[in-house]
């Protein structure tokens, strides 16, 4: 999981104390965690969120600045997010970091800074009566985290260590984190073969499954195993399966692993070889599907797709900083008419132009116009499918991110599907 999607994050005195009486919400929930990220770029009304279908939020995201303090828009929505929730029994986190937004973690986390920064982030929680604290470093110990990130071979021992502070400091807190595919790096730079400090101290992880194949090959974004046993497969963690497999194998118990869920997917340009030459390089899943009148797929090239959630400027910026990855969110393809609804049986078919097939390999879709454009992509189906091996395997999903399945009206049919997977419908 190489080039991997940032994640994201404010208030209520009154319900903090409450809080602080009764013990956060979370530990009192039963049942699978259903984990859904608010951006704060998305700008969604909270009140028309849909709150039964969650148990946790995290606010998207504090961005460490270069004093060790956190930046993040302290907004009325976040307010509103705050006591929506509560009123609904869901609790909120603040998020830190995201990939590429850690870039000063390594040293805030280091034992010369750490307590400056720690008491930030409790003071923040403070402030704004949040419930936990999510810390989206992600790649510790590698350059993997954002362009010009920091990283020191101490990274894991001392991202371990800042939670124990902002533990001792706020022992009901929910503390959580967004992690890779593979547990994090040890000081060597090789997958931690023993990450339980990290489970005693932590509530959860969420893997971040998804970007797979990214930009680099043609692939199922967030494949739920490897079925095919395809050699194209960016290593033995690169699916739902595979990468609980790698935490649960460095002593994270499964029941504290929330599964990462996409609500968006990548476009690709596909050219037939004989557009190209004779490219042998190109491999893919798909190659081995069969895309009509296209013998290969070049990657790395995007097509005409407009990627991402449409929304605001900020969001725009963020788009403008990765043009070229061919991010598409569902409710884009939905609303641009990749997709459509089958009103009889109440599934996402193809849209006019497209035709849509079935990646058995890795348990998702892909959409095809016959020539030149491929979008790899969840739907209800497949997050179907992933929810349901969740519910069976580890403790609740995660989804990213909750803009993403918003069609208006009340209906979000991504978190939806996934909510009857884990059986809470
Ligand atoms: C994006 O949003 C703007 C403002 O709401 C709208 O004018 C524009 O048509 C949208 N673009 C797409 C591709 O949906
Ligand atoms: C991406 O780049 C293309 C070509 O340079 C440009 O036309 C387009 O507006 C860019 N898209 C975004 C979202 O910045
Ligand atoms: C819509 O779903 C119904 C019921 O499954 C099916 O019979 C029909 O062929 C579908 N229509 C399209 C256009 O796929």
Redesign the pocket.
Known sequence: MRSTISVIIMVGIALSVQLACAGPISKRATGPRVVGYYTDWSNVDPSTLPWSDYTHIQYFSAVTQPDYSLQYPETSNLDSLISNAHANGVTVSLTIGGWGQCDYCSSACNPTNRATFVNNIVAAVNKHGFDGVDIDWEYPDTSASGPSMQSSPEDTANLLATFQAIRSQLPNAILSAAVATQPFNDASGNPSTDVSGFSNTLDFISIMNYDTFGTSFIGPNSPLDNHCNLGYYPGASASAQGSVAAWTGANFPASKIVLGIPGYGYSYTAYSTSQYGSASSYASPYSKVNCPGVTKLKTGIHGPIK?GTNSTSRR?SR??KR??TGQIAFVDMVNNGYLQLNQTSQLYIAGPGWTRYWDSCGTAPYIFDGTSTLIAYDDTDSVWAKANWASQNVGGIMFWEMSQDDLGNGNFPLINSMNWALGRK
């Open positions: 990627c725009r788009l403008a043009n070229g």
